[in-house]
Every structure is written in structure tokens, then in C-alpha cells.
């Protein structure tokens, strides 16, 4: 059900800004904002002003595409970080859920999208360009592939792949296995496949 | 799992706000900002705008205390509506759901909140003096106590029902019984006896 009647027209502006966004119907958007309405005006404005910095001041990195408030991001400009070692993802999320597990300590490469003919994008559709700059000029030893298994990724992985392979850089992907806390019976047999055809040595301890 | 580092500072702050809405976590907030970058600055900025001026200019009908722009809301201005009948809501989301009924032609008296002990909210965090003082002038005939059939609601009712007993009003209170397209069987048997109990002469066609 539409909501008919506004009382005041700012509340419907800012209902109809809040429900522009991804899974906010008109109800939770009037939620959203009539919660807001109960704060202080002073915090109702700095979220308005946040939104506006925001639009202003956003910048993405001229090296990996990622987010970032400076023209070279905090990762791309850190001496700790290997420029050799680039792992490629498709977003920002997928960034921060590789930062996550503390265990790469490479630079990233930011897609911004993946391979999805049914959407429209296309390969000239994806942030490479600078990636093979960066090739081109020797500065890249590895790629690694990070993208999400899906037909879309997978696609991703195969055009970029056929797009490097004759230069030299070496090019690698995800692990594909069981989960780790997964029970073996509720694993789907093609990644159990995978993670047999791909099992490793044994380490003890 | 909390994000651990964003690569940009305003980005941060921006999720910040969002997460602070009801329902709204880091991860759907970092979702919905980023989400928000994919849109034109132009849009952003006037998200932004929206809720400046949502904080700035935003009064609460003075008769009413409903959202309003002006100082009078539109439904109390109106000519058409009945001054002398009072609905009593709690919220505005009730009186846009009253409003999208099309039987009302009154007016409203939105209390803001229903007492809740466990909350901390009792009979004086009520906005009802207004209401009283159009009462005691002989303004208003009837009111109507709409609120949701809870305990908070049932202890707020039997408030204002006593607080104004003694006035020359009426006092009534929405009908209660099975909701419109129910099934019998699957219809509560609380509800089910009460509209027994206050069972309606039928009229048939």
C-alpha cells in the first residue's frame, strides 16, 4: 500500500530520498525517518552534512580504484604493502572482507563490476586498464583472481586471464574446497570434487 | 563480524550514520552507502539537503501535534474536517493508516507515545493538554481512541478514559473483532469471543 497523504512535504522528500535505496520500501523509509525526526536536529543535520561531504569530497584510488579520500589509497601508498602482488575483486565489500583475514599483504585492484551480458557490462566495462599499465611496466609479478564462484565471476576470471596470459605475470585464483567448520555431508559434491582433485599435503599440528 | 578498516575516512562516516538507524547494521549500511556512491553526486548532495532542511524546518502542528510544515497542519486547517471529532493515535504512521482508510473525517490528537512503565514513559510524557484545553472549551464533542490493542495501548486508553470522564465528551473506542477476510478458525479466540460478545445487526446486501 502507497502511503496517499503526506503531512508535510519535507517528510515526503526525505521518505522518497530514503526509499530510493536497495531494499527500502516506502513503509521502512518513513520508519527510517520519522526515527530520525526523534534525534537531536543538530544530528539530523550532521547526517545531512556527512551526505554531502561525502558527495564532494569522495575520491577513488588513481592506482586500484578503490574508495578513498586521497588521490593514492592509505593501502596502494603504504611502504608494507607488496605493489608485485595484486589481488584482483570486483568491489570495495569484497576489499574489506579480504583485509579481514589479515593474511594478504598485497595491493588490490578494484573491478567495480563483473562480466554480466543479461546486465549489460561488459569486459570495457571493468577497471583494467591501470592493471595492465602496471603490467606492462614490469611491476606486477601476481594476479590473484578473487572473484565471487559464480557464472558471472567465473566469466570475469576467464576473459582477464585470456587478457594476460602472454605477458609476463603469473596468475593465479581462490583455493575452491570445503569450508572450514563445514560438515563434510552438507558440502555440495562439486565443491567436494574440487577440493579432492585439489587436495594438499597433510600438516600435522 | 565488524568492519575492521575503511579506506576512507568519510566513507566511515557515513555508514556510521546509517547504522545508527533502527534495523540498519554496519554491513547493510556499507551496502546502502555504497550504493549511494554509484548515483550522481548531484543526488547525493541532495539526499543531504533533504535532511538539512528536514532538521531545520520541520514544526509539529500546534492543535494536533502531528508533522506538519506549518504551524497548523493541514488536516486541522482544513474546512472540511470535523474540529469536533477527535481521533487519539499514538504515532503519525497511525494517522497515514486512519487517513488511507477514507472513513475519518475528524481530526486527530497524536499523543506521541503510550504509557510504558518498563520504557519509562508515563501519563506526563502524553501530549494531551492541548486536547484537554479544546475539551474544556466545548470543541470537541467526541474522541475516538485509536491505539494498537496492547497492554501500552489498553493502560493508555483507560487513562484518558478516566481523565476525561467527567468532561461532556464522548468517549469511544475502535471496534474490536475478526479482521476483514479472516478465516474463523485461524481468527485468535480472545478477538473471536469479543466479537461475539459485541456481535453487530446484519445487513444483508
Do not use: W
Not at 513503509?27 to 561525502?54: C, M, N, P, W, Y
Not at 565489500?93 to 579480504?98: C, E
Request: aromatic share 6%; proline share 3%.
Amino acid at each position: 500500500m502507497a502511503i496517499q497523504q503526506f503531512p508535510s512535504k519535507l517528510l515526503e522528500e526525505a521518505v522518497f530520498e530514503f526509499s530510493k535505496l536497495p531494499g527500502i520500501g516506502e513503509k521502512t523509509a518513513l520508519r527510517l525517518v520519522l526515527h530520525l525526526l526523534k534525534q537531536e536536529s543538530v544530528d539530523i543535520k550532521k547526517f545531512g552534512q556527512t551526505l554531502q561531504k561525502l558527495a564532494d569530497d569522495i575520491v577513488y584510488c588513481r592506482q586500484c580504484g578503490n574508495i578513498s579520500d586521497t588521490e593514492l589509497c592509505g593501502i596502494c601508498a603504504s611502504e608494507k604493502r607488496d605493489n608485485a602482488l595484486v589481488c584482483v575483486v570486483e568491489n570495495i565489500r569484497d576489499v574489506l572482507a579480504v583485509e579481514s583475514t589479515h593474511q594478504f599483504n598485497g595491493t588490490f585492484n578494484v573491478l567495480g563490476a563483473v562480466i554480466s551480458p543479461i546486465d549489460g557490462i561488459g569486459p570495457a566495462d571493468l577497471n583494467l586498464s591501470k592493471l595492465e599499465e602496471r603490467i606492462k611496466d614490469g611491476e606486477v609479478q601476481e594476479i590473484i583472481l578473487a572473484l565471487s564462484s559464480t557464472l558471472e565471476g567465473d566469466t570475469t576470471n576467464f576473459y582477464i586471464y585470456k587478457r594476460f596470459k602472454n605477458f609476463p605475470v603469473k596468475i593465479t585464483s581462490l583455493a575452491k574446497g570445503i569450508a572450514i567448520g563445514n560438515e563434510l555431508e552438507y558440502t555440495d559434491e562439486i565443491t567436494l570434487g574440487q577440493s579432492i582433485v585439489n587436495r594438499t599435503p597433510f600438516h600435522p599440528g
